[in-house]
């Protein structure tokens, strides 16, 4: 940015310089104005078209690219997040930038668990790898699950026994405890047209 305004002022004093003592050349030294006005207005716009371009992208709340050295999109951050030990299942998972260098991140996480303390060191654990990520500002919002039989179709899963019932059921993408239409309507990522799952 200083480098182009100090372009610009080098521009006008060049032609100032033509304009003043370039006489032999009549009223063709004039000329000089306009194209160094056109020069400097491209300058400009090569500076701030992709300025526009990141501002509008940030009051858009888009997903960051490049979040960081590890972790090119959110796509491969969030299965990141799920292979952390403790997680049964991620959604409503957020990130957006709220300006040029800063992330945050919300997300509800499942946890198969009876012990507080269990929760902690999961979510400890996500914490942890976000602050890795550049993302030093978070929300986890946890949904436990009793570690109870009468959820499991198969009690050799080694993920658990809530993962059956939550891939099949209607709030895999939402909070467990919500299953009714209106509720997944009006989810943040409610169910594709057509499907009775999601």
């Not at 000089?32 to 400009?44: G, H, Q, R, Y």
């Not at 891939?167 to 239409?181: H, I, M």
Request: net charge negative; aromatic share 4%; glycine share 4%.
């Amino acid at each position: 940015h200083v480098m182009g305004d100090a372009l610009g002022s080098a521009f006008v004093v060049a032609n100032a310089c033509i304009i003043k003592y370039g006489t032999q050349w009549g009223e063709a030294r004039l000329i000089a104005d306009p194209i160094t006005s056109l020069v400097m207005v491209f300058i400009i716009m090569i500076q701030t078209v992709p300025l526009i371009r990141q501002t509008c992208l940030i009051l858009m709340e888009t997903a960051p690219v490049n979040i960081s050295p590890d972790v090119a999109d959110v796509q491969q951050l969030e299965d990141d997040l799920r292979r952390i030990p403790g997680v049964l299942e991620l959604h409503e998972f957020h990130v957006w930038s709220l300006n040029t260098s800063t992330f945050l991140c919300t997300a509800h996480v499942v946890l198969q668990t009876d012990q507080t303390d269990q929760v902690n060191v999961t979510v400890d654990k996500i914490k942890k790898f976000l602050h890795r990520n550049n993302i030093h500002s978070s929300t986890i919002q946890t949904e436990i699950l009793d570690p109870c039989r009468e959820l499991c179709d198969d009690m050799t899963h080694e993920a658990g026994c809530a993962v059956p019932a939550l891939t099949s059921s209607l709030s895999n993408c939402a909070d467990f405890v919500c299953d009714d239409g209106d509720c997944m309507t009006n989810s943040c990522c409610p169910p594709a047209s057509g499907s009775d799952k999601v």
